[in-house]
Nanobody
Framework: VQLKDSGGGLVQAGGSLKLSCTAS?????MGWFRQAPGKEREFVAA????????FYADSVKGRFTVSRDNAKNTVYLHMNSLKPEDTAVYYC????????????????WGQGTQVTVSS
């Protein structure tokens, strides 16, 4: 599976961005993780391609939304009400796994896209 993510940029606090992730092969789940400078990579959101279920980290719940365009095999991360603490490199991930209440990453990653939120 190859993933291509895009859509990052610079936005003011309270603004919105939409990230895209296009997969070359079949996936059962798609996820987004992010990594801020000096911090570990963390789970943001996930989407099950078969059932269309969505999952979100508590830090983004109510602000971020995942959607999918089946025809384009593309998953989107709609980010609203952005905060400076959302600043990070965002990575698309194929087939993340849920263990209990913790999402762990699958083996395939996009190249990452920078999101910077200014205060």
């Amino acid at each position: 599976v190859q993933l291509k993510d895009s859509g990052g940029g610079l936005v003011q606090a309270g603004g919105s961005l939409k990230l895209s992730c296009t997969a070359s092969g079949r996936t059962f789940r798609m996820g987004w993780f992010r990594q801020a400078p000096g911090k570990e990579r963390e789970f943001v959101a996930a989407f099950t391609t078969t059932g269309g279920s969505t999952f979100y980290a508590d830090s983004v719940k109510g602000r971020f939304t995942v959607s999918r365009d089946n025809a384009k095999n593309t998953v989107y991360l709609h980010m609203n009400s952005l905060k400076p603490e959302d600043t990070a490199v965002y990575y698309c991930n194929a087939d993340p796994m849920l263990y209990g209440d913790t999402w762990t990453s699958g083996d395939y990653w996009g190249q990452g896209t920078q999101v910077t939120v200014s205060s």
